[in-house]
Every structure is written in structure tokens, then in C-alpha cells.
């Protein structure tokens, strides 16, 4: 055999270590692009937070990850709570209580005839099932039966969720609690949700999130809609439309409050009601880009002035047309 002859292998099997290498390579290139397009998270997915801040390692922060449908269901069950007015700590009881119960799933199934997000049933008075299985609505139940527990506020949670739901483990709502009141604040009071994942692809409704809005937040007289929902702003994209909320002078703290709640609600729901855009307290969170994660409004402007930013008082949501 020529000396020839002993080399065209190892130079073949140096064609295919190259070629080897650059597939990997241009897998790499794919998966950081992939990355970047859906946000930097890969599968959409949501984290709140007790307070707001950048996520960096040594802060004191606690957070709780969920996924889309979790946190569509969190953030629903707190805006009822904050549209009726109640205490961070009802909201905590609630969530507290779904997440027993569901584990934030608005479940077809459960013990016996229990359906939904609390496991309520229709034989025992809570409604039909299309009720129950209505988030705005086995929500809105359940914190009228929690109001009228005697001192529910002062009562351990665990008591306070089962004098609601009469559960044959009474006891397993307690573990829940440092949980869900990291969801309250993040939906209801100092801090955040992100959430990441792709811009929506296809087109939103946005007479319906307006009416979504609407049966939520309609009754509390706190914030205004003012006219339908229209075109959005000079910068957004063009076919995009804008859903707009503004608090009434006179709701005060409690429609800030409802802010809050209505920002991380339309956040929550981006996936499924294809929100591309959500502006509150001079921050925007937009979908598909820097990671979920809120960033201070004016930055994408020439000149300094966001024409997609929000005022004071005030919730633009832009939904993909």
C-alpha cells in the first residue's frame, strides 16, 4: 500500500470532522437567533416577583415560575380580587386556594362533579359548569363567599380558604401561602411579572380584550375606556390596535391599584389574546424582545418621547392585527 493510499483516510475523516463542526456551528447560530426571536426564554414561560428589579443573583426577591396558562389564571383571579375592592390578603387567600386545588389549571375533571380552577362543584351551589369553568366568574364566587367568613382577614389562611371550601384536607392550603403572596404582589402591589416567549404570529382580538376588560373592571367605576378600541399610535406598527385604560381622578390609590392589576393581567394573557405591547408607568413590556422583562418607555424613539408610551394613570395595551 502507497503512502498515498494511508493518507486519503485520515484526510476523509478530516472532511467529515469539519463538516461535523460546522453543522454544529450553524445549529449554535440557530438556537441564540431561536433564543433572541421568542424573548431569550425559549418556550414562553412567566416568573413574578416580590418586588421590581433586574433578576440579579445576592437580591432578596422571591419569585415563583409558571406557564402561560398558570399565569393567565393568576393574574385573572387577582384582578377580580382587586376589582372588587379587596385586601392584598384575599387575593392571597384565593390564589392560595387554586393553587391547591388546580394548581392554577381551570381542570374539566376533579373529585366527584368539581370542575375549574377552585375544584367547585356544581351540586353543592357554586353554578352550572360553564360557570365554574369561567375563570372571571369561580373567581368572583369564591371571594363572595370569603367575605362573608367572620374576621377572614385575621384567620390563619388555611382556615380561612377551608371555611370556604370545605375540603377533606383542610391542612394543604398552608404550604401555598409564601407562594401566592408573591403572586399578590406581583399582580397587585410592589412587583412584577415577566414573561417570555414569542411575539404573537397570528392576529388578536381586540374588541376582546376590551370586553374582557370590561367584565372585570367595568362595575368597579375606577378607570375609563374611553371610545373602542382604535389604531394604534404613530410607531406601533400599523395594523396594530390600541386598548386603552385611564384611572377616574377620584379612584385614587385603589385605581392605581387596579393599574397594576390590569398591566400584569394583559402581560399574562399576551399568548392566547395576541398582545403584542403593554405600556403602564412610564415602562413597556413587548413581546419576543429582552427577555419578558419591563423596560423603562422612550428608549425606542428618536427624540426621547415613546408615541407608544403610557401617561400617568393610564394602560395602553396594542394587540398584533
Excluded at 428589579?53 to 393574574?75: F, I, V
Aim: glycine share 14%; charged share 20%.
Amino acid at each position: 500500500m502507497s503512502r498515498s493510499d494511508h493518507s486519503r483516510p485520515r484526510r476523509r475523516r478530516g472532511l467529515r470532522a469539519a463538516a461535523g463542526l460546522c453543522v454544529l456551528l450553524a445549529l449554535a447560530g440557530y438556537l441564540v437567533v431561536r433564543f433572541e426571536s421568542m424573548g431569550g426564554g425559549g418556550a414562553p414561560h412567566c416568573t413574578a416577583a416580590d418586588s421590581a428589579g433586574d433578576g440579579s443573583p445576592g437580591g432578596s426577591r422571591r419569585t415563583y415560575d409558571m406557564t402561560p396558562e398558570q399565569a393567565a389564571n393568576a393574574a385573572t383571579i387577582a384582578a377580580v380580587g382587586v376589582a372588587k375592592g379587596l385586601p392584598d390578603r384575599a387575593v392571597t387567600i384565593a390564589l392560595a386556594t387554586a393553587m391547591q386545588e388546580s394548581a392554577l389549571r381551570n381542570l374539566d375533571h376533579g373529585d366527584r362533579d368539581s370542575l375549574g380552577l377552585f375544584q367547585q362543584r356544581p351540586s353543592q351551589g357554586w353554578g352550572t359548569p360553564e360557570q365554574i369553568r369561567d375563570p372571571v366568574y369561580s373567581a368572583g364566587i369564591f371571594y363572595d363567599r370569603l367575605v362573608k367568613v367572620k374576621g377572614y382577614s385575621r384567620l390563619p389562611l388555611t382556615e380561612a380558604a377551608q371555611k370556604v371550601q370545605l375540603s377533606g384536607y383542610p391542612q394543604a392550603y398552608a404550604k401555598h401561602e409564601p407562594d401566592a403572596a408573591v403572586l399578590t404582589a406581583a399582580f397587585a402591589g410592589a412587583g412584577e411579572l415577566t414573561c417570555g416567549g414569542p411575539a404573537p404570529a397570528a392576529p388578536g382580538d381586540p374588541q376582546r380584550v376590551r370586553g374582557e376588560l370590561e367584565r372585570i373592571f367595568g362595575r368597579s367605576g375606577l378607570h375609563a375606556f374611553p371610545g373602542g378600541p382604535a389604531a394604534a399610535a404613530a410607531g406601533a406598527p400599523a395594523a396594530d390596535a390600541e386598548v386603552a385604560l385611564a384611572e377616574k381622578p377620584e379612584g385614587g390609590e385603589q385605581a392605581a391599584r387596579g393599574s397594576r392589576a390590569i398591566a400584569g393581567w394583559a402581560v399574562a394573557n399576551a399568548p392566547s389574546l395576541g398582545i403584542a405591547r403593554v405600556s403602564y408607568a412610564e415602562r413597556s413590556w413587548v413581546a419576543g424582545e429582552k427577555k419578558g422583562r419591563w423596560q423603562p418607555a422612550g428608549g425606542d424613539v428618536k427624540g426621547g418621547a415613546d408615541a407608544r408610551g403610557a401617561q400617568r394613570g393610564q394602560v395602553r395595551i396594542f394587540v398584533k392585527g
